[in-house]
């Protein structure tokens, strides 16, 4: 019963974004990976009944889900084959090794053309693969070469193609940049392909720390973009990691806040209230669980009020349909605000991880300390709680004006 419960929260805590997701066992071994357009939608497809033999047997061996989010469903795939192809699981057995699917080739040359194909030669080339899905493969190349161009004909011309000047191919037929460099963009392709983008992102960081202690700071700048757009590329999320660490370090959580929900009010006086809940998955918003509440209970002034009933009604809704708490609640104001959020869990028989951050200075205050903490302005955990607080102060004020505009009309 407790490894049902868990897995259905596991399920249901799924974010409704694109990426990649891994089934455990008991012993923590992946027994599957499969990818997702909408990875909450795809895994609630197997709390259901009627599934096939192969799903239902996989289902009754799994403890525990991993999520991987990608920015598209096509760089999903790249992740999958990848780490099919690493883990080897069980329930993967059908794709390992089948030459009907695509492939990406990397060719063995001087400078080496990237492309597709459905025949795995003898030749000394690399091949990645198999995926399965052509046209999600190539929706995913495209994301890559916008960052990593590359080469991809068949024999190298005499003068520049049309990819060069759009910014897809660095023109190694012309001269336009030298071995060592594409190799390197070559090396960076691979390592994507390989699943293994973190580790890019680590040699990246070094180079770039590199370029700007040699005050080369235009290469560093063009680094630091590679860096951050690696986030979409199906990296296991360094930067997101970087600030959910930080954040469970200073604030001494028991596990990394991987969901998060901040909430904030507004009212003008007192009229037409409403208060704001958005959530953050990974470190992303997560805008399907956004949730908006009308002020009902309060009147006159009173934010503390307004904060201690969207969150009553917020988390009794969760206890009345069995939906697993967040990691951390974080309310936009001050201390007061957060012993007004404290007392409604206490009364739900709540213990969920909650702090509040204050405006202006933004201090950060905890349920396990008078005094707030002062971090630096450029932590990665004061960042990301400033862009919940932030997101959750929009959500609010653009319900607020809704509510407002209909009472304009109904005049």
Not at 260 to 281: H, M, P, Q, T
């Amino acid at each position: 019963m407790d490894k049902q419960k868990t897995l259905k929260e596991n399920i249901l805590s799924a974010p409704d974004s694109p990426g990649v997701y891994l089934i455990k066992d008991k012993a923590g071994k992946i027994i599957y990976i499969g990818k997702a357009k909408s990875l909450k939608k795809r895994l609630g497809s197997y709390l259901g009944g009627g599934l096939e033999a192969k799903a239902a047997a996989m289902v009754s061996n799994a403890l525990g889900i991993e999520c991987r989010l990608t920015q598209t469903e096509g760089l999903a795939l790249l992740l999958e084959a990848a780490l099919i192809h690493k883990y080897e699981p069980r329930y993967n057995v059908a794709l390992r090794d089948d030459k009907s699917f695509p492939f990406v080739k990397i060719t063995d040359e001087e400078f080496p053309a990237v492309c597709m194909t459905r025949k795995v030669g003898t030749d000394t080339g690399r091949y990645f693969g198999p995926y399965t899905n052509a046209k999600l493969l190539r929706q995913a190349l495209k994301v890559v070469r916008k960052y990593f161009p590359y080469r991809s004909c068949k024999k190298m011309p005499r003068s520049p193609c049309i990819y060069y000047r759009i910014g897809l191919s660095p023109a190694p037929c012309a001269g336009k940049i030298n071995k060592a460099e594409y190799a390197r963009t070559i090396k960076s392709i691979s390592l994507i392909l390989e699943g293994k983008s973190e580790n890019l992102i680590k040699k990246l960081t070094k180079e770039m720390h590199l370029a700007a202690t040699q005050r080369k700071f235009e290469e560093a700048a063009a680094l630091r973009d590679k860096i951050l757009s690696l986030s979409s590329l199906g990296a296991e999320y360094h930067i997101p990691q970087a600030a959910l660490s930080d954040l469970k370090e200073l604030l001494g959580l028991k596990r990394l806040p991987m969901r998060i929900e901040g909430f904030d009010v507004s009212n003008i006086y007192g009229k037409e209230a409403c208060a704001s809940l958005v959530s953050f998955y990974d470190a992303r918003p997560d805008k399907d669980n956004y949730r908006r509440f009308r002020i009902r209970a309060v009147k006159g002034i009173d934010d503390y009020a307004m904060t201690r009933e969207a969150v009553a009604r917020r988390y009794s809704r969760l206890i009345k349909e069995g939906l697993p708490l967040p990691d951390l609640i974080l309310i936009d104001g001050g201390r007061a605000h957060l012993l007004a959020g404290q007392r409604e869990l206490m009364k739900l028989g709540l213990k969920a991880p909650l702090v509040s951050i204050a405006k202006e200075e933004e201090n950060i205050y905890t349920t396990a300390r008078i005094k707030p903490l002062r971090l630096n302005h450029d932590t990665p955990a004061l960042n990301l709680i400033r862009r919940v607080r932030n997101e959750a102060h929009r959500f609010a004020l653009s319900y607020h004006h809704i509510l407002r505009r209909k009472i304009l009309i109904g005049r």
